[in-house]
């Protein structure tokens, strides 16, 4: 119960964590594949391990999000604004794996992201079309 006071303390002191949030990884992969690409190995190293360390801590505060606030989440998955939000947890999770194909040459993990992208995109992609049309009609 300490943890889910804690939670209630953050999410209601920084308001509610929207499902765009993930733009901040999908912003620092590509700050780091650029870095990359200009030849700045350094930064890229560093950067894509943040980047991972983000692409966690969000996974597990929308965890906590769907399981201590279901009301909140479901309520930005059914609306016609915040809703196509979700779709930066697949482009994060594209972008986290084309960061291990690129930078840590690691094909293994980048395809398990790669998977894990395509189902949430198909996962996603019929909801938020019928919550789409849902508003449309409303």
Same mark, same amino acid.
Not at 37 to 45: M, S
Not at 47 to 70: D, H, I, K, M, S
């Given at each position: 119960y300490e943890l889910q006071a804690v939670a209630e303390y953050v999410f209601k002191k920084h308001g509610a964590q929207g499902p765009a949030y993930f733009a901040l990884v999908m912003a620092t992969g590509v @700050?780091? +594949? !650029?870095?990359?690409?200009? #030849? %700045?190995? $350094?930064?890229?190293?560093?950067?894509?391990?943040?980047? @991972?360390? +983000? !692409?966690?801590?969000?996974? #597990? %505060?929308? $965890?906590?999000?769907?399981?201590?606030?279901?009301?909140?989440?479901?309520?930005?998955?059914?609306?016609?604004?915040r809703g196509v939000g979700f779709f930066t947890i697949v482009a994060a999770t594209s972008v986290v794996g084309t960061e291990f194909a690129v930078l840590r040459h690691d094909l293994a993990t980048a395809t398990v992201l790669f998977w894990a992208a395509l189902i949430l995109w198909a996962a996603l992609a019929p909801f938020r079309q019928a919550a789409s049309e849902q508003a449309g009609a409303g």
């Open positions: @700050v780091t +594949l !650029a870095c990359q690409f200009l #030849g %700045l190995p $350094v930064p890229a190293a560093r950067l894509v391990w943040l980047n @991972v360390f +983000l !692409a966690v801590v969000l996974c #597990g %505060l929308t $965890v906590l999000r769907v399981l201590w606030f279901p009301r909140a989440f479901f309520g930005d998955w059914g609306d016609h604004q």
